[in-house]
């Protein structure tokens, strides 16, 4: 069975630029998550989608980032403009419905570095 | 506020020995807790999912417990090998799913 996929899993860009990462989750997983994860500290969650529908966003400095999951399948996640305090690496992860007991399973993650 | 802490924050032991990462939580209302493994570069792997009524899960050399009237949960690597050197992070789950994350300990094994 193939895992979460990620991409690109590095980035460099300077502050103020703009960047789009992109995520296709396991197959049939109805809930897509994206983390953020700043070096020396566990994953922060930025947004939880089922399906195509948001379940939580409250995470998410939404005047800079944005994601979607449009088909309710694969995903992106847009930063813009970036900050210097935006380098981290940006975690998704899927499980089957998302149910407290549901196994979250993490792609190899997006390392950003914003100079 | 739900909150998981852990400890210690690193650790350094040798291979072969035995280590015991502790963390506490008050995440309430509870569903679940689970240790995850982190290699450097990777995303996080399940280790073991303990649920309320659960004191004790083994996989192979990890064996994690959990005192559900404490709020406490360890977990113990035994015979440590160099490909345990990671970072191990305590989740605990909210009855609403939501899932909150220890900072983790970064464990580093030398040979």
């Known amino acids: 069975e193939a895992g979460v996929a990620q991409s690109p899993r590095y980035k460099i860009i300077e502050k103020r630029q703009s960047v789009a990462f992109w995520c296709n989750p396991i197959?049939?997983?109805?809930?897509l998550y994206w983390y953020q994860q700043i070096l020396g500290q566990g994953p922060k969650l930025l947004i939880q989608?089922?399906?195509?529908?948001?379940?939580?966003d409250s995470q998410l400095p939404k005047d800079r980032f944005s994601a979607e999951r449009l088909k309710g399948v694969d995903s992106t996640l847009k930063i813009q403009p970036a900050k210097l305090e935006d380098s981290a690496v940006y975690l998704c992860?899927?499980?089957?419905?998302?149910?407290?007991?549901?196994?979250?399973?993490f792609g190899p993650g997006t390392r950003l570095t914003v100079l | 506020k739900n909150q998981v802490e852990q400890s210690p924050q690193s650790l350094i032991i040798l291979e072969g020995k035995n280590c015991t990462l502790q963390?506490?939580?008050?995440?309430?209302?509870?569903?679940?807790l689970r240790w995850y493994k982190q290699d450097t570069g990777r995303g996080p792997v399940s280790l073991t999912i303990?649920?309320?009524?659960?004191n004790t899960k083994s996989n192979g050399r990890y064996t994690a417990t959990l005192d559900a009237d404490t709020k406490q949960s360890s977990l113990h690597i035994t015979a440590s090998q160099l490909s345990d050197s990671a970072s191990y992070i305590c989740?605990?789950?909210?009855?609403?799913?939501?899932?909150?994350f220890g900072k983790g300990t970064k464990l580093s094994v030398k040979p």
């Open positions: 992860a899927s499980s089957e419905r998302g149910a407290p007991l549901d196994e979250q399973f």
């Open positions: 303990m649920t309320f009524s659960e």
């Open positions: 989740v605990v789950s909210g009855s609403q799913g939501n899932l909150i």
């Open positions: 197959s049939g997983h109805a809930t």
């Open positions: 963390c506490n939580y008050t995440v309430s209302p509870f569903s679940n």
């Open positions: 989608f089922q399906n195509n529908g948001v379940v939580d």
